[in-house]
């Protein structure tokens, strides 16, 4: 079994900070990329951030310059540093992780179960 867990979300004004976690854990064999989407109410869930096991980023436009992606790969962790935040950043957040579970011959895509966060005017 595999499992993604996150934390910290939550309520914050305009213009401040979150720092949301994302811990994998189980029989894992190998981690590809690891990342951040969101679904806001009546959207498609969408990219904010992802980070391979090489090191290569990938953000969404309206995240740029604000959100900051990074793994501590021993640890099978992702973060996302949220700053300047925004009314429409508010949305459930998922951690998403590209895993090869030991019993697994190909990789799949994991999820965790998703973090509010909310971020009022």
């Known amino acids: 079994q595999v499992r993604l867990v996150e934390s910290g979300g939550g309520l914050v004004q305009a213009g401040g900070s979150l720092r949301l976690s994302c811990t994998a854990s189980?029989?894992?064999?190998?981690?590809?990329?690891m990342g951040w989407y969101r679904q806001a109410p009546g959207k498609q869930r969408e990219l904010v951030a992802t980070?391979?096991?090489?090191?290569?980023?990938d953000y969404a436009d309206s995240v740029k310059g604000r959100f900051t992606i990074s793994r501590d790969n021993a640890k099978n962790t992702v973060n996302l540093q949220m700053n300047s935040l925004k009314p429409e950043d508010t949305a459930v957040y998922y951690c998403n992780g590209v895993i090869r579970a030991r019993w697994d011959d190909n990789e799949f895509d994991y999820w965790g179960k998703g973090t509010q966060v909310t971020v009022s005017s």
């Open positions: 189980g029989n894992i064999l190998s981690i590809n990329a």
């Open positions: 980070l391979t096991s090489g090191g290569r980023t």
